[in-house]
C-alpha cells in the first residue's frame, strides 16, 4: 500500500463524521488525525481546525473533490 500523505485539514467533527461515510463508501483508504490533546484542552483544534486528513497520494484529487461537494452543501 502507498505511504499516507495529508491531504486536507478538516474543519469539525461533523465534516469528519461526513466526509469519513463517503470515503468508507467509496473504498479510498484514509486516516482521520484530531489535533484534540487533552493537556491543552483542544486548543490546538480552534487554531489548526479539527484535524487532518491523511490517504494515498493517488487519491488527492478526489477527496479534495469530496471535501469540497460537502462544504458547499453547507
Not at 485539514?9 to 469519513?20: Q, S
Amino acid at each position: 500500500m502507498s505511504a499516507f500523505e495529508r491531504i486536507a485539514t478538516v474543519e469539525n467533527d461533523i465534516e469528519a463524521g461526513l466526509v469519513e461515510a463517503v470515503l468508507k463508501e467509496q473504498g479510498i483508504p484514509f486516516i482521520l488525525r484530531s489535533h484534540y490533546d487533552t493537556a491543552y484542552d483542544g486548543l490546538y483544534q480552534t487554531q489548526k481546525g479539527w484535524g487532518e486528513l491523511l490517504a494515498p497520494p493517488r487519491f488527492r484529487k478526489e477527496i479534495q473533490q469530496i471535501l469540497s461537494d460537502l462544504r458547499k452543501d453547507r
